[in-house]
């Protein structure tokens, strides 16, 4: 073991991760000694000040456009982002790196099947909604999608299997995002096997430069990509580079976009669109204040009801601005599987650590401006995070039902 790395788990009080070490055969040493020389163990020094909290700055309410201006500009919008999209200006991203821990996944969680009577992937329900807009633009929309260590052969080999659901796969690219260490309650990372970490996917805030790092921002400014859309994986009625949102970016001239929907009600657990010091910025639904919750504007309808759907655009050349900046890394308590000292595997069924994870939703506060556009929910958010109950694949059938997919 390199001197360097020894000296690291001894300042880190990480010993214990060389427990199986010497029994373990060359290729397993270089592996596990891989994985230790990555490791960013700043990352440490997170868990032991993780009660502080970073502290926000002045924040303010973000004015939307409502559904009602959507409505009345529609077709103006409609025609911009149509017109973005045939010159091949707007890139679709999808984040599909996370493990759906709550829905109890093994794999990707593209690969769910949603259907009743019929078979409908979660995968297949996305290249459906994106095929739609191709087949209004007459174009093909270049199709990103990010995956994990975790879940790469998988998610590949079956769109592969499922001719990609109808899509252009000569407009699809793959690439894998970034893994991360996970430690337990009492801050020693924890082991998957005698040589492996447990890693995990660090979180859908590492999407951007895990694109750059495999080559794919040199492709998409090379195919003169000036947008990307970003969404998420798990919402079934997800609208994916819709040309009115698209359209509403351009034309009121902003650097990013943010589809929202109106809280279910004031403290619903999503995060909200505001202001923060002038800036866009993404407030948790547990650091919203009472007051904030229930604050009421002149025309009666509360000031912080915004939610944000994870449907996001941003311009390509933001976004590369902001590349080098420092993102905020959150630790999020989670099931983490693990060896103990004996090799014994477990699975808890309940959180047993912490796993690091960097957010999407910290880049809009990176961004100048963030045009906060209003969706009607039952249309466009039916999330599959639970097995049952809110968010659950019941409430995302009955959904899918009542905007007429066929289940
Ligand atoms: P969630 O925050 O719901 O996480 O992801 P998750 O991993 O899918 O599910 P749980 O929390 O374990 O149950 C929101 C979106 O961000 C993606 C997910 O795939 C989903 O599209 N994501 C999340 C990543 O791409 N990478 C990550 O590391 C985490």
């Not at 596990?32 to 440490?44: F, N």
């Not at 924890?190 to 495999?214: I, K, R, V």
Request: hydrophobic letters at 40%.
């Amino acid at each position: 073991m390199e001197k360097r790395i020894k000296e690291k788990l001894e300042g880190y009080g990480q010993m214990h991760l060389m427990e199986y070490y010497d029994r373990l055969d060359e290729a397993g040493k270089e592996k596990l000694e891989k994985q230790l020389s990555a490791v960013d163990w700043r990352l440490l020094d997170l868990l032991n000040s993780h009660e502080e909290s970073a502290g926000r700055g002045e924040i303010a309410p973000i004015e939307a456009v409502s559904t009602a201006d959507i409505d009345a500009k529609r077709a103006v919008y409609t025609e911009a982002g149509l017109e973005a999209i045939r010159a091949g200006k707007v890139g679709a991203m999808l984040l599909a790196g996370g493990q759906g821990t709550r829905l109890g996944c093994t794999g990707p969680k593209g690969v769910f099947n949603i259907g009743i009577h019929r078979e409908l992937y979660i995968f297949e329900q996305l290249f459906a909604n994106t095929l739609e807009v191709v087949k209004q633009a007459k174009a093909w929309i270049p199709f990103f999608i990010m995956t994990s260590d975790k879940n790469h052969d998988e998610t590949v080999s079956f769109l592969k299997e499922h001719d990609f659901f109808g899509y252009n796969p000569e407009y699809v690219w793959f690439f894998r995002q970034e893994m991360a260490p996970s430690a337990d309650y009492d801050h020693k990372l924890l082991m998957e096997a005698p040589d492996h970490l447990a890693l995990s996917p660090n979180g859908n805030g590492g999407w951007f430069s895990s694109f750059m790092n495999a080559g794919l921002l040199a492709k998409a400014k090379e195919m003169g990509i000036e947008w990307l859309n970003a969404f998420a994986v798990d919402n079934v009625l997800q609208k994916i580079a819709d040309p009115c949102f698209i359209g509403a970016v351009l034309t009121e001239n902003y650097v990013s976009g943010a589809k929202v929907v109106r809280k279910a009600d004031p403290e619903e657990r999503v995060g909200v669109l505001c202001l923060e010091d002038g800036k866009p910025s993404i407030i948790e639904y547990y650091e919203m204040t009472h007051e904030m919750n229930y604050a009421k504007g002149e025309d009666g309808n509360y000031l912080y009801s915004f939610g944000v759907i994870l449907n996001y655009l941003f311009r390509l050349d933001r976004l590369e601005a902001i590349a080098s900046q420092f993102m905020p890394v959150h630790v999020v308590e989670k099931k983490i599987p693990y060896i103990d000292p004996d090799g014994t595997a477990h699975k808890p069924e309940s959180p047993n650590g912490y796993k690091f994870e960097t957010l999407i939703l910290d880049m809009v506060h990176m961004m100048d401006n963030c045009l906060a556009y209003e969706v009607v929910r039952e249309h466009e958010f039916a999330p599959v995070k639970n097995k049952t109950g809110v968010d659950s694949v019941e409430s995302a059938r009955k959904l899918l039902a009542e905007n007429g997919v066929e289940l």
